[in-house]
């Protein structure tokens, strides 16, 4: 596919899934970069952490005393989801020197919501995994899901992704 990117994977906590969670993040981060044909080298990171580090973060962040299941920080910003057209005007604020990359953002995942998440929905710790790194890298390219109309644009997109990448509902 041809996907420059900088990944940087940092795991908090054990969780023992039966895939390797740094190479599928990975995966589905170039697949979705590559997918909505983001025009430029990108850098993201993830970080999975288990209930009590989420929720940490989303009290400091969101100020919600609860866990979640996936963060989403993202850096850039856009005038649509996915218009790429004006990032040059900000790409110097959002860049790394180092590897001359745009910085996209960062993802906190929690663990124990992927177990417990793909148990309730009836389908792969794996799949749920994948879902909500789609989920967070659609945010980290300016979609929501606030408004039904964004919801249903960012629900399709996420399912067709995942359909693409052959990660199902097994």
């Keep these: 596919m041809g996907i420059f990117m900088t990944f940087y994977f940092e795991k908090e906590t054990e969780c023992a899934f039966a895939f390797d969670e740094e190479k599928l993040a990975e995966e589905v ?4 970069i590559g997918h909505e044909n983001f025009p430029y080298e990108a850098e993201v990171n993830l ?3 288990d209930d009590a580090g989420i929720q940490k973060i989303n009290r400091a962040y969101r100020q919600v005393d609860a866990p979640t299941d996936v963060l ?3 850096l850039l910003s856009y005038e649509a989801a996915g218009d790429f057209t004006h990032l040059e005007e900000t790409y110097d604020d959002n860049f790394n020197p180092d590897t001359g990359e745009i910085m996209l953002g960062d993802i906190v995942l929690s663990a124990h919501r992927v177990r417990e998440q793909a148990a309730s929905y009836g389908h792969s710790e794996k799949r749920e995994y994948a879902f909500l790194i789609v989920h967070s890298m659609l945010h980290l390219f300016g979609y929501d899901h606030m408004e039904p109309e964004e919801a249903e644009v960012m629900e399709a997109k996420q ?12």
């Design 159 to 170: 399912e067709e992704i995942l359909s693409k990448m052959h990660i199902s509902r097994d």
């Design 47 to 49: 970080t999975l952490t």
């Design 72 to 74: 989403s920080f993202p």
């Design 29 to 32: 981060i170039a697949f979705v």
